[in-house]
């Protein structure tokens, strides 16, 4: 059995925790609520739950928020985590835990410790998930397990690329491979840890062929460490069509890619590019994420907010924002179809898509080093990454439905046929701006837009 040891821990944070076996036999106890057994159940069901993010500094605060949105009715609630655990910043954290535990953006789950853990899993009648951004999260991961926490988000290019301007891929991708080492022994020895991907990456106007390449050849390099458990997300772009073919697409592509034995659970995060301003098209805004995770088959919904738009939310407005897209799952709006022929369509070139993506990097017989070299050489790439390991060439468009399309592919090895798709269903429509940067502004602002002219006029 693998122990804390094995994940190089800092000496600081491997002294605080508990034994390993006692550890282990914690988070094995209770089985109700493990993340798996909620998201088998929404899967089985038809329809997913939602989760909300929320994260502040200080303990008592956190308690009280977590028992505040399990009223709101969640399927699984988040620890998020602050900028400085996430960077390993743990002095800097508990300094404000202590002094100013306002000043942090989220909660210091190192520097509170793994008992404090235990409390906030306690408190509530939902499992917990991690929710972080760190590119090295062995010491993270570590309090979380030893807190019970039963699922634990990212992986090496997700938490790394969008977040990070200077960690070597590679060093971020050999971090995340010793977590999912643990997870596949926690695994063989009957404890399943949900392991999240992050598609949404930087959030902007991701394509989702890259959303979705990015979290399948995370999850392959996690499975051939042992983990089980694999919970794929993908970002809400904003046309339903698209959408939800890229929802469905990430079974089929799972099976081919993880096999029939990985136990994958879709996941929608609910539009995170620039919000509406206005409570009423906010909140439709987030109607429609929920109504969308149901037709795409997601097993879980992350929420937004009608305060998205003016910064973190108070607890009422996440509340309010659960029980919006839960609305939206609900059977209230089982009346509503897409056009299945659009659906499908959107779905034979997301699958085309990943498949040219991806296949060349799996079939490097390293593939740790062969995703740091393919993101190197920009046969894979995300847009607007802060990071010097990614090239950031690839330039996302809206077509004049809104899908999300290519606009410049930079060195993404894509066939004849893909690119000239993309140029197609771009060239179609009005005239766009001379100005590159203007037309993709305009693009960002999509639902701003929308907002401005459903409008009454003054």
């Not at 971090?175 to 392991?195: I, K, M, N, P, T």
């Amino acid at each position: 059995m693998v122990e804390f040891a094995d994940l190089e821990l800092t000496e600081q944070v491997k002294s605080a925790l508990p034994p390993w076996s006692e550890a282990v036999a914690y988070l094995a106890r209770a089985e109700s609520r493990h993340s798996v057994a909620t998201l088998r159940g929404a899967m089985a069901a038809g329809r997913p739950v939602v989760q909300p993010r929320c994260g502040v500094g200080g303990h008592d605060e956190m308690l009280t928020l977590l028992r505040h949105l399990d009223g709101a009715g969640p399927g699984i609630l988040s620890v998020t985590i602050d900028s400085h655990t996430r960077l390993k910043r743990f002095d800097t954290a508990a300094r404000l835990m202590r002094h100013g535990p306002a000043d942090l953006n989220g909660y210091p789950l190192v520097a509170h410790g793994w008992a404090r853990g235990r409390e906030l899993g306690a408190a509530v009648g939902v499992p917990l998930e991690v929710r972080h951004g760190s590119p090295e999260p062995q010491d993270l991961f570590a309090v979380a397990i030893a807190s019970g926490i039963s699922s634990f988000e990212g992986g090496g290019i997700g938490y790394n690329l969008p977040y990070s301007k200077s960690v070597p891929l590679l060093d971020s991708l050999r971090a995340w491979q010793r977590v999912d080492a643990a997870c596949g022994r926690l695994a063989a020895a009957g404890v399943v840890v949900d392991r999240e991907f992050f598609g949404t990456l930087t959030a902007v106007m991701v394509p989702p062929s890259i959303s979705i390449a990015v979290v399948l050849i995370e999850a392959v390099a996690a499975l051939r460490e042992g983990v089980r458990c694999f919970s794929l997300a993908y970002p809400q772009g904003g046309e339903p069509h698209q959408d939800v073919a890229a929802l469905r697409s990430i079974r089929v592509l799972a099976r081919r890619y993880l096999g029939p034995g990985a136990e994958v659970f879709p996941v929608l995060h609910e539009f995170m590019g620039v919000f509406p301003r206005t409570p009423e098209f906010a909140d439709s805004l987030i109607l429609c994420g929920g109504l969308i995770g149901r037709l795409g088959g997601a097993a879980k919904v992350v929420n937004k907010t009608r305060q998205e738009s003016a910064g973190i939310p108070d607890a009422e407005a996440n509340a309010a924002g659960i029980r919006t897209a839960r609305r939206g799952a609900s059977t209230m709006f089982d009346f509503v179809r897409l056009d299945e022929e659009r659906v499908a369509e959107e779905q034979h070139w997301i699958e085309r898509e990943v498949a040219e993506l991806v296949d060349p990097v799996l079939e490097r017989p390293d593939l740790l080093t062969a995703v740091s070299d393919a993101f190197a050489d920009g046969t894979l790439d995300i847009p607007f990454s802060a990071s010097v390991y990614a090239r950031s060439e690839i330039v996302p468009r809206r077509d004049r439905d809104g899908c999300i399309r290519y606009g410049k592919s930079g060195s993404l090895p894509f066939s004849a046929a893909t690119l000239r798709h993309n140029a197609d269903r771009l060239a179609l429509g009005p005239a766009r701006s001379a100005s590159v940067i203007e037309s993709v502004t305009a693009d960002i602002h999509y639902f701003l837009d929308q907002e401005a002219r459903s409008l009454p006029e003054d």
